[in-house]
């Protein structure tokens, strides 16, 4: 079936402007996460839905990053007054999380440039 | 805390060569699930391998291996006779609860040439 896709796979943007990152998880996944894999700081948890529960947003790096999820499937990272040190892969992931599968599928990222 | 070490930044081996990645992990939990990924250079994550703590047998695919050592906190992957193909990053990421984030190890990559 058909895998996490993301878009858009590439984004530049200038210095302060806000940006929207969308994800389109497996269908019929439950949970829903977001990490962004930068050259120094590698793979960093950012956020995370799990069926109804409230989010879990112990990763967001500041409160310029924040992520919906709308009718437990699509998701949008927004990142506001975008900073030079938010370029990065931004991943989105997601798992059934039942029966015993928990594995995290992931999509092929969207590559964010802040110049 | 919950901590990955990869300690491996690099390995380059000739094709055939057997090859092993080390991953050694920090958690205070006593139930908690391992993975590994492997990132090829068209940059997409692919899922390996989830090995629950309560299981202590080790896996084998085809030329992949597993070694999950509680003792002494490892979690290492073996890649028996490489091939090129299998030059990529390989990560280890651990997990505290079903289902919850991921925290991953700095990544190994592995260069396998002909």
């Known amino acids: 079936g058909a895998g996490v896709s993301q878009s858009p796979s590439n984004k530049v943007t200038e210095k302060g402007k806000d940006v929207e990152l969308r994800c389109d998880p497996i269908?019929?996944?439950?949970?829903l996460y977001w990490y962004r894999q930068s050259l120094g700081q590698g793979l960093e948890f950012l956020i995370y839905?799990?069926?109804?529960?409230?989010?879990?947003k112990s990763g967001l790096p500041s409160d310029r990053f924040s992520a919906e999820r709308t009718g437990g499937s699509v998701s949008t990272l927004t990142i506001q007054r975008t900073q030079q040190e938010d370029s990065a892969v931004y991943l989105c992931?997601?798992?059934?999380?039942?029966?015993?599968?928990?594995?995290?599928?992931f999509g092929p990222g969207t590559r964010l440039t802040v110049t | 805390a919950q901590k990955v070490t990869q300690a491996q930044t690099e390995i380059s081996v000739v094709e055939k060569e057997d090859v092993t990645l080390d991953c050694v992990y920090e958690t205070r939990d006593t139930t908690y699930y391992l993975f590994w990924y492997k990132q090829p250079p068209s940059g997409e994550l692919v899922f390996l391998i989830r090995?629950?703590?309560?299981?202590?047998q080790n896996e084998i695919s085809g030329r992949y291996s597993w070694n999950f050592q509680k003792s002494t906190s490892s979690f290492n992957f073996t890649i028996t006779a490489s091939q090129v193909v299998d030059s990529a990053v390989y990560f280890c990421a651990l997990s505290e609860a079903v289902g919850n984030k991921l925290v991953f190890g700095a990544g190994t990559i592995l260069r396998v040439k002909s």
């Open positions: 090995r629950n703590s309560f299981d202590e």
């Open positions: 269908s019929g996944h439950t949970a």
């Open positions: 992931a997601s798992s059934l999380v039942q029966g015993g599968r928990h594995e995290q599928y």
């Open positions: 839905f799990q069926g109804n529960s409230a989010p879990d």
